[in-house]
T-cell receptor, first 111, second 117 residues
Framework: DAKTTQPNSMESNEEEPVHLPCNHSTISGTDYIHWYRQLPSQGPEYVIHGLTSNVNNRMASLAIAEDRKSSTLILHRATLRDAAVYYCILAYTGTASKLTFGTGTRLQVTL | GAVVSQHPSRVICKSGTSVKIECRSLDFQATTMFWYRQFPKQSLMLMATSNEGSKATYEQGVEKDKFLINHASLTLSTLTVTSAHPEDSSFYIC?????????????FGPGTRLTVL
């Protein structure tokens, strides 16, 4: 499985935008870039995913580099409820596709 | 979004007993469900892939005779931890994918915290 590299932790002020980076230099052509987040003592939650083009949804935006070797999850206005561990995962989107979780980035949001 | 539930949310048991954890997809059908384990301050580790009507596929290093998985219907998968020991204490999380449609994402349950005394 292609691996991803994320910073261990990041801090942000509330109401500010947050850019969470992810490096995946060994990504294959069929790998989608998925982002999930896990709040304390809860199961992970889907955030967004994409293949080549940038993606937007109500939760976040995903900016994918042209060579696909890196991507950035963008939270436009961080709130205290966005404090979580964010995981960047490469996987195809088939029904039986497995997700391999790395260590993720722990995002702290302060007032 | 689709909802996945787990029962119980937490369980405390004595060493040597067996514990069953249920994972249900409440408003969708799931041919495939996944079971993860998460130790404190660590990431999720995939234990097995549960397939409706067939045997589960276990990840390397996971004992299939200790962690019994049954996926008898399109909305229910169960994980039984047999002869549990303190080292099995962990946060167990299941997930499911839509059988058809959707965006390919996995929907996760809230987790079950197992404590073996």
């Amino acid at each position: 499985d292609a691996k991803t590299t994320q910073p261990n932790s990041m801090e942000s002020n509330e109401e500010e935008p947050v850019h969470l980076p992810c490096n995946h230099s060994t990504i294959s052509g069929t790998d989608y870039i998925h982002w999930y987040r896990q709040l304390p003592s809860q199961g992970p939650e889907y955030v967004i995913h994409g293949l080549t083009s940038n993606v937007n949804n109500r939760m976040a935006s995903l900016a994918i580099a042209e060579d696909r070797k890196s991507s950035t999850l963008i939270l436009h206005r961080a709130t205290l409820r966005d404090a979580a561990v964010y995981y960047c995962i490469l996987a195809y989107t088939g029904t039986a596709s497995k997700l391999t979780f790395g260590t993720g980035t722990r995002l702290q949001v302060t007032l | 979004g689709a909802v996945v539930s787990q029962h119980p949310s937490r369980v405390i048991c004595k060493s040597g007993t067996s514990v069953k954890i249920e994972c249900r997809s409440l408003d969708f059908q799931a041919t495939t469900m996944f079971w993860y384990r998460q130790f404190p301050k660590q990431s999720l580790m995939l234990m097995a892939t549960s397939n409706e009507g067939s045997k589960a596929t276990y990840e390397q290093g996971v004992e299939k005779d200790k962690f019994l998985i049954n996926h008898a219907s399109l909305t229910l998968s169960t994980l039984t931890v047999t002869s549990a020991h303190p080292e099995d204490s962990s946060f167990y999380i299941c997930s499911a994918r839509l059988t058809s449609g959707g965006r390919g994402e996995q929907f996760f349950g809230p987790g079950t915290r197992l404590t073996v005394l």
